[in-house]
């Protein structure tokens, strides 16, 4: 059975960095495509950052610059490292999975699976 599990929220505050972890069990990460997204309150899923089979990445616009997504593939883990954060950036980020090569930019909730419950970041100071 795959199961994503993410962990690494927290409070911080404006300017300051947080990193996030998806940890997998069922499937190898470095099979699959590997996306973050964040959902606010009130706002739909948005694609955050995926990291591809092949190692290479994807940022959305809002996150680039900021935002580095990398893989550790002994720990069967993907991390999200999300430094000069913004209140805007507060959301629940969730991973998900997707087969290589099937989805395009931008990221679209639908088009993962194998959703994590989640981890809640803040950014207020």
């Known amino acids: 059975q795959v199961q994503l599990v993410e962990s690494g929220g927290g409070l911080v505050q404006p300017g300051g960095s947080l990193r996030l972890s998806c940890a997998a069990s069922?499937?190898?990460?470095?099979?699959?495509?590997i996306g973050w997204f964040r959902q606010a309150p009130g706002k739909e899923r948005e694609g955050v950052s995926c990291?591809?089979?092949?190692?290479?990445?994807y940022y959305a616009d809002s996150v680039k610059g900021r935002f580095t997504i990398s893989r550790d593939n002994a720990k069967n883990t993907v991390y999200l490292q999300m430094d000069s954060l913004k209140a805007e950036d507060t959301a629940v980020y969730h991973c998900?999975?997707?087969?290589?090569?099937?989805?395009?930019?931008?990221?679209?909730?639908?088009?993962?699976?194998?959703w994590g419950q989640g981890t809640q970041v803040t950014v207020s100071s």
């Open positions: 998900a999975e997707a087969p290589p090569g099937s989805w395009s930019p931008p990221m679209l909730p639908w088009d993962f699976g194998a």
């Open positions: 069922g499937l190898s990460l470095d099979a699959y495509d």
């Open positions: 990291i591809r089979s092949d190692g290479s990445t």
